[in-house]
């Protein structure tokens, strides 16, 4: 199913009919067992995923799905987003790839520009930006496509403001659904989705979720990303280092239900490939 399909426009602040729309992120397992991987995605299916997005690593090998890889997974009947980023490949590779994604019948993808690594030269790129590659993909293919979008601004623009006009072309080039980087605050959130309106952005934008396992996980994400972190939430994992699972899980809860409250009812868990907790906030919320 498309994503104009799955999502249609929703409100901040417009309490409607909406039942929340649960999506799920997974990336390729570190060893290489696909299997165990079957094993968490047949947990998450109880609850009904609208789509399962699948990370594509800009580096090539393991942390990448293989073309096999996806048609297995789309065999156990999921609606399936993979990512793709272009920094590392040119137009004719790019071409390839989105093609042969659409002949395994998969109907979305999320369009990425990926972090540059330092041994790429931009100027050797064929596609600097995402919206790039989205007009790309438009031309090329039948794809529905996604984009990722930033509540406190992606980290290499000057302020939310020009990050936004960016997300505009995106979605001008074809578009049809931010996923959203990692927030804890919602009202960063809010604020994000009336500054894309009020930009003009008339397009849905899916809350992204991420369960927190760890304090080195937020310390890892907060020095690669804009994402503010409220400060009882560093306190209580820094006093409780061995519950910082269970605490994490709490926090996405009331996280998630404040959302619902609000009529932000599109959730795109970041898995990290365990159902466990995924399941438990879901069996909270829902
Ligand atoms: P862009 O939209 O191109 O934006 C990058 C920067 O350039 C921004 O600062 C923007 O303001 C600016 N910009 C955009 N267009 C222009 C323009 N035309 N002119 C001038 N400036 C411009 N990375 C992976 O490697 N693999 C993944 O699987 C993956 N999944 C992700 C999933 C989600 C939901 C999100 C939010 C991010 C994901 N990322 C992933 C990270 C992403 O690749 C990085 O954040 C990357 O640095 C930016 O990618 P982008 O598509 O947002 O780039």
Excluded: W
Excluded at 27 to 54: A, M, Q, T
Excluded at 101 to 113: C, M
Excluded at 178 to 189: P, R, S
Excluded at 213 to 225: F, N, V
């Amino acid at each position: 199913m498309e994503l104009s399909e799955i999502y249609q426009k929703e409100r901040y602040g417009v309490l409607g009919d909406f039942s929340p729309k649960i999506s799920f992120e997974i990336f390729p397992p570190k060893n290489g067992d696909i299997s165990s991987l079957f094993e968490e995605l047949r947990i998450l299916k109880r609850y009904n995923p609208v789509l399962v997005s699948l990370t594509y690593g800009a580096s090539g090998g393991l942390n990448r799905f293989s073309y096999e890889d996806l048609k297995s997974i789309r065999d156990l009947e999921f609606n399936l987003m993979p990512h793709f980023t272009c920094v590392s490949m040119l137009k004719d590779e790019i071409e390839k790839h989105i093609v042969a994604v659409e002949n395994l019948g998969i109907e979305n993808i999320l369009a990425l520009r990926g972090d540059i690594p330092d041994y790429i030269n931009p100027e050797e790129l064929d596609f600097f930006h995402a919206n790039e590659l989205v007009e790309f993909i438009q031309a090329k293919t039948t794809l529905s496509i996604g984009v990722a979008g930033y509540p406190e601004g992606h980290i290499e623009s000057k302020n939310l403001k020009d990050d936004i006009k960016y997300l505009k072309k995106k979605v001008e080039k074809g578009a049809s659904a931010i996923f959203t980087q990692l927030f804890f605050e919602n009202d960063k959130l809010y604020r994000y989705i009336e500054t894309v309106e009020n930009a003009g952005i008339n397009c849905p934008v899916i809350a992204g979720i991420m369960p927190v396992r760890s304090l080195k996980q937020i310390e890892k994400m907060t020095s690669m990303a804009r994402v503010s972190v409220p400060k009882k939430f560093i306190e209580k994992l820094e006093k409780f280092p061995n519950d910082s699972i269970q605490i994490g899980t709490e926090f996405a809860i009331e996280q998630c239900q404040n959302l619902i409250e609000n009529g932000v009812t599109s959730l795109h868990f970041f898995t990290l490939n365990h159902s466990d907790q995924t399941s438990e906030i879901l069996d909270n919320i829902l």
